[in-house]
């Protein structure tokens, strides 16, 4: 059930350098682009879905997202990210990537139920061994699987929580690399939901290999 006050924000503003493909939320699968497989699945739990794009592409993402609001996304995620809550209307917000096409409308619900309890929570994926904590480039400390998760998204907030933790980054020129960190340097307890093998993140040639591979799993 889609609920009104959820707003689902998709940061799709940046070049794909990594990648080197370009903009990749324009990039197909399954003969769609990545935008539209997320913007679908985003629709089936909020109320309103915000996508921000290159400002050179707001034509062309209006055209391809019917019914999504899409402004231009910043010089990084983060600030997209920023400027998407700024523009929400809801009172709690899901962030998603556009870079991550295959997480599961279940999952993203998950996610929003779990923060409905606690102000915040995120996706985290089993790592299924032992994680080392490294200190150039030697181990100084093995965390057991238990005590260890891989972020991924969705990652969902009270938007009132967000805009703060934004506020206070930014006051101390702080730049995360996922949103979630946000509410971990803060101190603030996040609950944490299993997240997908499947779920993976586009971000190398390799990954598009790979995502090319698992391309039925959108149809």
């Known amino acids: 059930m889609v609920e009104a006050r959820i707003s689902a ?43 921000a794009v290159p400002g050179e592409r707001l034509d062309e993402a209006r055209a391809l997202l019917p019914g999504c609001v899409v402004i231009a996304g910043g010089a990084t995620r983060h ?20 870079a991550r096409p295959f997480a599961s409308v279940a999952l993203m619900r998950a996610v929003l139920a779990a923060a409905a309890g606690c102000g915040c929570a995120g996706a985290m994926l089993d790592p299924e061994v032992p994680v080392a904590r490294l200190r150039d480039g030697c181990v100084v400390e093995a965390l057991a699987r238990s005590e260890a998760a891989i972020f991924q998204a969705p990652q969902a907030f009270d938007r009132a929580l967000l805009l703060r933790l934004l506020h206070e980054a930014d006051q101390a020129g702080w730049e995360p690399q996922s949103t979630l960190q946000l509410a971990v340097r803060a101190g603030i307890p996040v609950a944490a939901v299993p997240g997908e093998k499947t779920n993976i993140k586009i971000t190398t040639a390799d990954d598009w290999r790979l995502a090319q591979l698992l391309e039925f799993h959108l149809r």
């Open 9 to 51: 924000l998709l940061p799709a503003g940046g070049g794909g350098t990594r990648l080197g493909l370009g903009d990749k939320g324009f990039l197909e699968l399954a003969g769609k682009p990545l935008l539209h497989w997320v913007a679908e699945k985003a629709r089936q739990v909020a109320g309103e879905v915000l996508v």
């Open 79 to 98: 600030a997209s990210v920023a400027r998407l809550v700024e523009a929400a209307s809801g009172d709690r917000v899901l962030v998603h990537d556009v």
